[in-house]
């Protein structure tokens, strides 16, 4: 199967609303990194975890590398959150989530 | 500032002509990457390198060549160029080669449109 497995494909969310994303891996990593691909096609990167769990701002990650998956939280969603978001495992990408933020 | 700079940003090319690519990094990285990316495929990685001199190929890996001249510069060649080339590439470059994605940081893309 594919290294990287992302879900969900697709996430509608209200503005102020919360949710997870999840990205799972067919093997063991030694860390994830999350991206977020906005409107003009820029990918921006998000977070970089070794293990455990980073935060920044409304965003919060957590990877566990023994159980191979990790999680990406957003909280109090803002229009311009929308976008794709991306997890890699090492040099493997998964085909990502798009996130749609509505007012 | 940006750290990873891409030419052309956008292209069109004829099917059969070559085409290069390039991409050159100002974050002293040792590994650079390229990916293309399609829709309903996220992004999926063509070639990489460890350093000067280096380049290893990547899942898809067929109808392109790579060349790392430098630590600041990797292309990607398209030697016979096809229409189903046709995407956004994208490079990356990341830290040492024990941290294989650790720190990456991308380019804005090159459209290449072949026709």
């Known amino acids: 199967g594919m290294p990287v497995e992302q879900n969900p494909p697709a996430l509608s969310l209200y503005e102020g609303a919360e949710s997870g994303l999840r990205c799972n891996f067919s093997?063991?990593?030694?860390?994830v990194q999350w991206f977020q691909q906005n409107h003009r096609g820029r990918l921006i990167t998000l977070f970089y975890l070794a293990q455990g769990t980073k935060e920044n701002g409304r965003l919060k990650s957590t990877f566990n590398s023994k159980e191979r998956y990790s999680t990406l939280h957003i909280k109090d969603a803002q229009l311009e959150d929308s976008g794709t978001y991306f997890c890699?495992?090492?040099?493997?990408f998964g085909d990502g989530t798009q996130l749609v933020v509505k007012p | 500032e940006a750290a990873v700079t891409q030419s052309p940003r956008n292209k069109v090319a004829v099917t059969g002509g070559k085409v290069t690519l390039s991409c050159n990094q100002t974050?002293?990285?040792?590994?650079m990457y390229w990916y293309r990316q399609d829709t309903g495929h996220g992004l999926r990685l063509i070639h990489y390198?460890?350093?000067?001199?280096?380049?290893e190929k990547g899942d898809i890996p067929d109808g392109y060549k790579a060349s790392r001249p430098s630590q600041e510069n990797f292309s990607l060649i398209l030697e016979l160029a096809t229409p189903s080339q046709t995407s956004v590439y994208f490079c990356?470059?990341?830290?040492?080669?024990?941290?294989?994605?650790?720190?990456?940081?991308f380019g804005s893309g090159t459209r290449l449109l072949v026709i």
């Open positions: 974050n002293n990285h040792n590994n």
């Open positions: 390198s460890y350093g000067a001199g280096s380049t």
């Open positions: 990356a470059s990341g830290g040492p080669r024990d941290k294989t994605n650790s720190d990456y940081t």
């Open positions: 093997t063991t990593m030694k860390g």
């Open positions: 890699a495992g090492r040099i493997f």
